[in-house]
């Protein structure tokens, strides 16, 4: 085990390992523990019964944080055109272009969130590498591809507090729902958001417990566990 510090130490002897804590409970720890200087982000993991090696066990959707993320979200779109110039009038950061497709072939994903219009999709396809793994990749399915009509509407959304979730291969899903810095109703709300989204998100070919453990922690701090049936009912 590696050495922890002071603070670290501090935190986590507010956490009784043992016990399941409600969301009200959970909430309010959260704020006990954040110890860093900068304000840590509040995320939420969440281990599901579910096999994702099905296509029919996938679990995938999109949610808008009633209270936002507490974050300054950089939204790059792939647009060009008409689209580009309603893109840039409706606040994205960044239009990207072939030089920016380039920059992102080589690596580069200094950005938050990605949206398509469907005519560059046959570039942004050739990206998949880069942005799939990093959950960047533009997909309909999330609503981050879409005509240049929408794209006013998607960029609002994205730097509102627009938060994509879905299952990993280990069958976990990781979700930031704000800020310590945020009162204790804001996280709640966006806390019961969350796990109203992942409760609709249910696959019907899954069988036994769905949510088989839910933790919540900040950036740097211990985790909180919750008890998966209050926080569900």
């Given at each position: 085990?590696?050495?922890?510090?002071?603070?670290?130490?501090?935190?986590?002897?507010?956490?009784?390992?043992?016990?399941?804590?409600?969301?009200?409970?959970?909430?309010?720890?959260?704020?006990?523990?954040?110890?860093?200087?900068?304000?840590?982000?509040?995320?939420?993991?969440?281990?599901?019964?579910?096999?994702?090696?099905?296509?029919?066990?996938?679990?995938?959707?999109?949610?808008?944080?009633?209270?936002?993320?507490?974050?300054?979200?950089?939204?790059?779109?792939?647009?060009?055109?008409?689209?580009?110039?309603?893109?840039?009038?409706?606040?994205?950061?960044?239009?990207?272009?072939?030089?920016?497709?380039?920059?992102?072939?080589?690596?580069?994903?200094?950005?938050?969130?990605?949206?398509?219009?469907?005519?560059?999709?046959?570039?942004?396809?050739?990206?998949g590498r880069v942005l799939g793994p990093r959950?960047l990749m533009p997909n309909p399915r999330a609503?981050?591809?879409?005509?240049?009509?929408?794209?006013?509407?998607?960029?609002?959304?994205?730097?509102?507090?627009?938060?994509?979730?879905?299952?990993?291969?280990?069958?976990?899903?990781?979700?930031?729902?704000?800020?310590?810095?945020?009162?204790?109703?804001?996280?709640?709300?966006?806390?019961?958001?969350?796990?109203?989204?992942?409760?609709?998100?249910?696959?019907?070919?899954t069988k036994g417990i769905y949510v088989r453990?839910?933790?919540?922690?900040?950036?740097?701090?211990?985790?909180?566990?919750?008890?998966?049936?209050?926080?569900?009912?």
């Amino acid at each position: 085990m590696p050495k922890r510090g002071r603070k670290y130490t501090e935190a986590a002897a507010k956490v009784d390992d043992s016990k399941l804590y409600t969301k009200q409970e959970a909430v309010a720890l959260i704020k006990e523990t954040a110890f860093t200087k900068f304000d840590p982000t509040v995320e939420v993991h969440l281990r599901l019964g579910v096999d994702p090696r099905h296509a029919d066990q996938q679990v995938r959707d999109v949610i808008n944080l009633p209270h936002g993320l507490g974050k300054t979200v950089r939204v790059l779109v792939f647009a060009e055109g008409e689209d580009a110039r309603m893109a840039e009038e409706a606040g994205a950061d960044i239009i990207a272009d072939d030089e920016v497709i380039k920059r992102i072939q080589e690596g580069w994903t200094e950005f938050d969130v990605a949206i398509a219009v469907p005519s560059m999709m046959g570039k942004v396809g050739r990206l998949g590498r880069v942005l799939g793994p990093r959950g960047l990749m533009p997909n309909p399915r999330a609503g981050t591809v879409a005509p240049g009509a929408d794209l006013p509407r998607l960029i609002d959304e994205a730097k509102a507090g627009r938060v994509e979730f879905r299952v990993d291969r280990t069958s976990n899903v990781h979700v930031p729902i704000g800020k310590a810095s945020f009162t204790e109703e804001q996280l709640a709300d966006n806390l019961q958001t969350l796990l109203d989204a992942i409760n609709r998100a249910r696959p019907a070919a899954t069988k036994g417990i769905y949510v088989r453990r839910i933790t919540m922690a900040n950036t740097m701090g211990p985790g909180i566990r919750l008890d998966p049936i209050e926080a569900m009912s």
